[in-house]
């Protein structure tokens, strides 16, 4: 059992012993310059993983999917994309701030953009009144809708309708290998129909640091240009891909432990009075947890988790999301539900 149970997200996931041998020992050279061969080794390995022709580093995956709209668009233009996405709702604002695009925020719970009512948002024929729609954006795994996954026919429907109407089609994928665990299928099978994805290293995977961007060459080309531009070229960044690597190679499989212990976290707390679940079927590494009596209870139940050495991350009004990851033992989920019970048993006490 760890001393702090740290369950706030899977970004909090430290590098694996041999991450931190590899770093040390990392071939490096000037990656603007093309020099590095850990890079290059990375990016490859990226590409052939995800069947993409070429694949780009970057720093964080907030910065690789503002690439990714960069390249796709031209500033005026419209994206479509769910509105609790993370590009949407979690990005500072960047796709309207930095890539001068529109956003057309689509309402769906279930994380999948329904076709019909995007086919009926696209906008192609009125180049003097209305923004042009250039783009559509998905989320695989949907983080701020409980973490599901986009299933592969969810993936295919909506590419078929971005290459019916002459849109791209890109997939923040920040989250790809526990969609893919999850369902069960090879990363590829999600990957391949999209024009791009972005991939993050640094949360369920375990590396310091890190996301690729994937796509056809020129595309990748093209995005090289505006990661300088946004100051996302790095020079001996062979230390970082080596983890990455590694991240990759090793680190996949094993995200279906976080899933178990995330679903164990789930069923422990469902019966106790005062929380519900939501969704209530936890498919990957979160649990969203909505608390009886509003924020004020949450606040003060996140006092006391944190008192109990519990740490969780507020979330929206009466919601508190949990996330599993490799730091988290069985040991830990029994704790996490035993402090939760505590707590609000006696929550419950003071108000009677």
Request: hydrophobic share 45%.
């Amino acid at each position: 059992m760890t001393e702090t149970v740290d369950l706030r997200s899977d970004t909090v996931t430290i590098p694996t012993a041999a991450m931190y041998r590899a770093m040390v020992k990392a071939p490096v050279g000037d990656d603007v310059l093309g020099d590095d061969p850990t890079v290059a080794r990375l990016e490859r390995v990226a590409a052939e993983r995800l069947r993409k022709e070429a694949a780009l580093l970057f720093p964080s995956g907030t910065m690789a999917n503002l690439a990714a709209l960069m390249t796709h668009t031209s500033p005026g233009d419209e994206v479509i994309l769910e509105r609790r996405s993370h590009i949407n709702w979690g990005e500072g604002g960047g796709i309207s701030r930095l890539a001068g695009l529109q956003p057309k925020p689509v309402d769906a719970p279930t994380g999948a953009l329904p076709v019909d009512v995007v086919r009926g948002l696209i906008v192609r024929e009125d180049p003097y009144h209305w923004a042009r729609t250039a783009l559509i954006c998905i989320e695989n795994t949907h983080n701020a809708r409980g973490g599901v996954p986009l299933s592969v026919p969810d993936t295919q429907a909506i590419a078929r309708l971005a290459s019916e109407t002459g849109l791209r089609l890109h997939l923040d994928g920040a989250r790809i290998f526990n969609a893919a665990v999850a369902l069960g299928v090879p990363v590829h099978v999600l990957t391949e129909p999209v024009d791009s994805v972005m991939v993050c290293l640094s949360k369920g995977l375990s590396a310091p640091i890190g996301s690729l961007l994937a796509g056809r060459q020129g595309f990748i080309d093209h995005a090289r240009k505006v990661r300088q531009m946004l100051g996302g070229g790095m020079r001996q960044a062979g230390v970082v891909a080596a983890a990455g690597i590694l991240a990759l190679e090793e680190m996949t499989e094993r995200l279906e432990e976080d899933h178990r212990l995330a679903k164990r976290l789930a069923t422990g707390l469902a019966p106790i009075e005062g929380l519900s679940i939501l969704p209530a079927r936890v498919r990957t590494n979160m649990v969203f947890v909505r608390i009886d009596g509003g924020i004020e209870v949450k606040a003060e139940l996140l006092k006391g988790l944190a008192q109990a050495g519990v740490l969780c991350q507020p979330w929206t009004g009466s919601v508190i999301r949990m996330v599993t990851h490799r730091g988290i033992a069985q040991t830990d989920i029994e704790l996490t539900i035993e402090a939760f019970r505590k707590k609000l048993q006696r929550s419950e006490a003071k108000q009677r």
